[in-house]
């Protein structure tokens, strides 16, 4: 009865927000809005900061901001400090986790089931190919659909596959811990040599390049690959302390 | 020096200090102290970040109300630190992180930017509060905590749909020039105060307070409820300024008000009702931070940035005084800990101190803050909220006077807590600064008047 109540509760919430978004003249439905007037036309055209220019892929040189995918141009240049925030959010996320399931002496956790010779040998050649897959979408997150942090799962869960495909597999923790330390550092540092010599603090100091080339937007395929590898090394972190137990 | 190395730097130490165990306590000590001298050197102005300007980029906003809310914010934090690093030490780099996250609430002038940094403090807060050894309240503030944080989004995400922006000041703007009606923003306002109202621990949101306040130790004690606390208040005192008081509904008018009185009434009957200290008060600060939500609600910036500042000095000594005689006897009964200040009266002044300064008593700080309110709310004619601020105060005065007379008298049997030296330092000088403030108000009530955050629809000035 309860559950069924908050049934009803919930559906009439929904039908109240629908309605009410519906009604709402200043709520535009989907594809109506007028992005002239909205921040996201200047992202496009690369004009915060004036360009008259048309931006075109393969030929623009040294816009504002260099990044070809224009959702990156957004998360990792125009609003960097909010990705440095996420970055913070899932650190301290791999910190709990490690505070309140890691021990000192810790083992595998026991699985009830023993994978066989070819599983492990299988999941190694893999390992490979979904680690390289995972550096491949971090260093082309400025061109590409994809970037630091989706490119750091790949990463992580190339290590799942080998938590999971052999249950004697311990990874060297102590080496994720360094990892993490150093690209979150490096990232700040990076935001702080841009407030040093630049007079903003995460300025892009290195020029921008052309549009669409691999080595180009400057600082962010930098940032993307510390992002990256600090994504991964957090997430492999946590992974291990969830197949992990205490005592030896 | 620019007003963002109070982030960063301690994101940057929070980042190495993983490698350096042993170190972590003394780098978090040193971080915590150096934020707080640095507030001296810093200028107030708006700070662009990454070179692109408001709104297309991120900006922070440094103004004198920023900034007095981070003079509070980071003195409190550096004084928590001292009192605990020795004992919390695995805490360090999470203390490190929600010092980042609470500067940047204050600091942030992008709505989006102060998502991530309620997120980033929010996480930093349940860890902390793990310390109490309690799962099962952490991960009730968790879940609070969470929804929150996602109905603020939600609001936001609404409102960004509607006015094409996430800079307050271009979204006040764009707001106040488009002509929306006050009932076509009173939706997405209203989840972003429901929101903030889970961290604000305002009724009906505050669900977690008592698992988590109630069976608090020395560290979260003060960090939750006088830190966080605070830093909370000034950003509702942001928003509603800046933003909800542009544009607001009657009808979203009335909820927020019922809301806030709600926390008010209930949270003192609940406080008089209590017989363990801890709980006496952390209901009584959720009273407070009802109180607080009104006073800007009503346009007092001023007082009620004064009030977060007596609510948040006054709690720290309450809260670190009943937290230490908790931990040390294991139990926070009236009964238990009667005649308590027989033995360590210099403590037990200060608890006084900061009790009498809590429900309003003449001579200090918390009664010249009160007497300012509801003098200004009688001048303009406005005589229920006045009177039910009376009201709550005279049962706030009966069960802190009540609370007082147990834990000063008592004859044989006394419990046996020993304060330390710090300790009984830093009280005295806090408690000291709410009796000179009470007494010598002049400086106050010259700033409270002259104290307002940036007008962003007229442009902005410093």
Redesign the interface.
């Known amino acids: 009865m309860k559950n069924f109540l908050a049934l009803l509760l919930t559906l009439f919430l929904g039908y109240m927000i629908m309605s009410w978004l519906a009604t709402n003249e200043f709520f535009p439905a989907m594809g109506d809005v007028d992005v002239t007037t909205r921040v996201s036309q200047k992202y496009i055209e690369r004009d915060v900061n004036g360009n008259s220019e048309e931006v075109v892929f393969g030929e623009a040189t040294n816009l504002e901001s260099g990044p070809a995918n224009t959702v990156t141009a957004i998360v990792a240049d125009y609003r960097s400090f909010d990705t440095l925030g996420e970055v913070t959010v899932l650190f301290v996320s791999s910190l709990g986790v490690a505070l309140l399931l890691g021990g000192t002496k810790q083992r595998r956790l026991e699985l009830n089931f023993h994978p066989n010779f070819m599983l492990r040998v299988g999941s190694r050649a893999l390992f490979g190919i979904i680690l390289m897959t995972g550096i491949y979408i971090s260093i082309h997150g400025h061109l590409t659909p994809g970037g630091g942090f989706p490119g750091g799962t790949m990463i992580a869960s190339s290590m799942l596959l080998l938590y999971l495909a052999d249950d004697e597999f311990r990874a060297k923790v102590k080496g994720f811990k360094i990892l993490e330390s150093t690209t979150g550092s490096a990232y700040v540092i990076i935001g702080l040599l841009g407030l040093l010599l630049g007079g903003y603090f995460l300025e892009n100091l290195l020029v921008n390049g052309v549009l669409g080339d691999l080595f180009s937007a400057g600082m962010i395929p930098i940032i993307y690959i510390l992002i990256g590898l600090k994504v991964g090394s957090e997430i492999s972190g946590v992974i291990d302390n969830f197949l992990t137990e205490e005592g030896v | 020096m620019?007003a963002?190395l109070l982030i960063?730097v301690p994101?940057?130490t929070?980042?190495?200090s993983?490698?350096f165990k042993k170190a972590a306590p003394y780098m978090l000590l040193i971080v915590s102290f150096a934020s707080v001298v640095a507030l001296g050197y810093m200028p107030l102005e708006v700070?662009?970040?990454?070179?692109?300007?408001a709104?297309?980029?991120?900006n922070l906003i440094l103004d004198s109300y920023s900034l007095i809310g981070l003079y509070i914010v980071n003195s409190l934090f550096f004084l928590v630190v001292a009192l605990n690093c020795v004992k919390y030490k695995?805490m360090s780099?999470?203390l490190l992180?929600s010092l980042?996250?609470l500067n940047?609430l204050l600091l942030t002038g992008d709505l989006?930017?102060l998502f991530?940094?309620i997120?980033?403090s929010g996480?930093?807060a349940?860890?902390i509060t793990?310390t109490n050894k309690k799962p099962l309240a952490t991960f009730n503030y968790l879940v609070a905590g969470t929804v929150g944080s996602s109905l603020y989004l939600l609001g936001l995400i609404?409102l960004y749909?509607?006015?094409?922006?996430?800079n307050m000041a271009?979204m006040a703007n764009e707001i106040a020039i488009?002509g929306?009606s006050a009932s076509?923003?009173a939706?997405p306002f209203l989840l972003m105060f429901i929101g903030l109202g889970v961290e604000a621990k305002l009724l009906p949101l505050n669900s977690w307070t008592k698992g988590i306040l109630g069976s608090s130790n020395k560290l979260t004690g003060p960090i939750i409820a006088a830190v966080y606390a605070a830093a909370i208040g000034f950003v509702f005192g942001r928003l509603i300024t800046d933003l909800f008081l542009i544009n607001i509904s009657e009808v979203l008018e009335i909820v927020i008000i019922i809301i806030v009185i709600a926390s008010i009434v209930a949270g003192e009957a609940m406080a008089f009702s209590s017989k363990k200290v801890r709980d006496i008060l952390l209901f009584s600060s959720i009273a407070q931070a009802g109180l607080v939500v009104l006073v800007f609600f009503y346009g007092f910036v001023g007082w009620g940035v004064f009030l977060i500042i007596a609510n948040a000095a006054g709690k720290f000594i309450l809260f670190v005084v009943a937290n230490h005689a908790s931990d040390e006897l294991g139990t926070d009964e009236v009964s238990s800990l009667q005649g308590l200040f027989v033995n360590n009266k210099v403590v037990g002044v200060a608890f006084t101190v900061a009790s009498l300064s809590a429900m309003g008593m003449p001579l200090f700080l918390g009664f010249v803050v009160k007497m300012n309110i509801l003098g200004d709310l009688f001048s303009e004619g406005n005589l229920l909220i006045p009177g039910i601020i009376l009201v709550t105060s005279l049962v706030e005065g009966i069960y802190f006077v009540r609370l007082l007379i147990k834990l000063w008298y008592k004859e044989d049997n006394l419990p046996e807590v020993k304060y330390d030296f710090t300790l009984k330092y830093v009280v005295v000088v806090l408690a000291l600064l709410l009796m000179v403030f009470g007494v010598y108000t002049a400086p106050i009530e010259n700033e409270a008047d002259n104290l307002n955050t940036i007008s962003f629809v007229e442009g902005g000035d410093l």
């Open positions: 620019s963002i960063v994101l940057l929070a980042f190495i993983i490698l700070i662009t970040i990454g070179g692109f300007n709104p297309y980029g991120i695995k780099t999470i992180v980042a996250g940047g989006f930017n991530v940094f997120e980033v996480i930093a349940y860890l793990t609404i749909a509607m006015f094409g922006t996430l271009d488009s929306a076509a923003t939706f």
